[in-house]
């Protein structure tokens, strides 16, 4: 897994981070945008509302603004409690996606909604 925390700034100052997945088969992958539950580990000045975004190259493959909201939810709670990761705040504005990926080279970019600013934490997951 790969996870990272920085400041999110509005216009060029999003947080990127990027992974290949390797081999002949698909990988899942969990991938989340942590910020209004940084709170609860005492940070403060935390994204209250980051937007995740999946490229592939310059195409957009997924796109999540609130983990809750989501049909996947539940899976989402259950990844997370697999790979080892803290539980996200039910009903919090934190970002997550669950997706199948072929091999490849992927971007993940985190922003805040309506160019907000705050610290957020992007964390990258190989599901087994």
Same mark, same amino acid.
């Given at each position: 897994? &790969? ?6 700034? @509005?216009? +060029?100052? %999003? ?12 990988? /899942?992958? #969990?991938? /989340? ?13 935390? &994204? !209250?509302?980051?937007? &995740? =975004? #999946? ?5 957009? %493959?997924?796109?999540? +603004?609130?983990?809750?909201?989501? =049909? ?6 259950? !990844? ?6 803290? @539980?996200? !705040?039910?009903?919090?504005? +934190?970002?997550?996606?669950?997706? =199948?990926? $072929? $091999? ?11 160019? =907000?600013?705050?610290? !957020? #934490? &992007?964390?990258?997951?190989? #599901? $087994?």
């Amino acid at each position: 897994n &790969l996870s990272t925390r920085a400041r999110v700034r @509005a216009g +060029d100052g %999003v947080l990127i981070g990027g992974f290949v997945v390797q081999g002949p088969a698909y990988k /899942r992958m #969990l991938i /989340r945008a942590v910020g209004p539950t940084l709170s609860t580990f005492g940070l403060s000045g935390t &994204l !209250a509302d980051p937007i &995740l =975004t #999946l490229y592939s190259g310059s195409t957009t %493959v997924a796109s999540n +603004d609130r983990w809750h909201a989501d =049909t996947y939810a539940a899976a989402v709670t259950s !990844a997370s409690k697999t790979v080892g990761a803290f @539980a996200l !705040a039910d009903n919090s504005e +934190d970002a997550a996606l669950l997706v =199948t990926l $072929p $091999p490849g080279a992927y971007t993940v970019e985190v922003k805040g909604k309506n160019n =907000t600013e705050g610290l !957020a #934490l &992007l964390e990258i997951y190989e #599901l $087994p």
